[in-house]
């Protein structure tokens, strides 16, 4: 677990240049959720890239008022922590999308979520997996 911490943040070092810091997220949502077996309904790459996909997790979190994405342009990533707060970082090397998260070690009970509009332009894949069509 650490090393995978520490490979992380190397990852995360070696990258500045190319996080996604230099715009603001159109779309920023975020919540808690007491159930922590709805944590599973997160995508397993953190990446939604369909308006289906989206609605599905909407309705599995609650999220009421979930906004009209052009997925031709952007995609969501998503991300959970048991901490009370935390921050997603988006990272993309040669066109690879990595989604990290950083936050609190104060755990509590369920989890809280964070959703994010990300420009797609550029990226072409997920963890070294083509970019998903659904």
Request: charge should be positive; charged fraction near 25%.
């Amino acid at each position: 677990m650490v090393r995978q911490a520490i490979a992380f943040m190397a990852v995360i070092l070696l990258a500045l240049p190319t996080m996604a810091e230099d715009s603001k997220p159109r779309v920023e949502l975020s919540g808690s959720i007491d159930d922590e077996s709805l944590q599973k309904e997160m995508p397993a790459n953190r990446v939604i890239v369909s308006q289906k996909a989206w609605e599905k997790l909407a309705k599995a979190w609650g999220i009421t008022d979930a906004p009209k994405i052009d997925f031709t342009k952007e995609i969501l990533i998503v991300g959970t922590w048991r901490g009370s707060q935390f921050d997603l970082m988006p990272v993309i090397q040669n066109g690879d999308l990595m989604v990290g998260t950083r936050g609190t070690k104060d755990l509590r009970p369920g989890f809280r979520w964070k959703v994010q509009t990300l420009s797609r332009e550029g990226i072409k894949s997920v963890l070294g997996m083509e970019l998903p069509k659904e």
